[in-house]
């Protein structure tokens, strides 16, 4: 008999669309690693990218592009990266946080949970911050490619597809 986690897994589908969006005032498409490593992370689980941006970490714009993508019938996620440290331009995790309709805090904890076993009391500094924003996954993770390749490596590429499913129930 298998746990409920894994038959909610089992019922999943496989293949997410994601929109990937950087939040950066000085990266580029060409140095864009964080968000680079998002794409193909997904891309060899077999995930299809449907939209890729940059954008700057300002807080109206920031909204008005989550709030379009998720009313796209061809986005179950969004996946961000940059934008949610301490900096007095950082303000994703603000803006995320006031749009999302359910929170997802644990995103958040593990997030922090992982990275302190990398790179110790500095992991308090990370405001990864997740939730639903009505249907639509949304998760933000720090800019650093090693913060984004933990938060794919441990937590997105192994529950994107359970979380989806729940998020469409």
Known sequence: MSSVPETHRQQAPTVVR??????????????????????????????????????????EPMRALLTSLSQRSDVDAILMTGGTGLGSRDQTFE??????????????ELFRMLSYAEVGAAAMLSRAVGGLLHRTVVLAMPGSPGGVRLAMEKLVLPELGHLVREARR
Do not use: Y
């Open 18 to 59: 994601c929109a990937v969006i950087t939040v950066s005032d000085t990266r580029t498409m060409e140095n864009d690693v964080g968000g680079q490593t998002i794409v193909e992370m997904l891309s060899a689980k077999g995930h299809q990218i449907v939209e890729r941006r940059i954008i700057r970490d300002e807080p």
């Open 95 to 108: 803006t995320i946080s006031q749009l999302i309709t359910k929170p997802l805090p644990g995103f958040g």
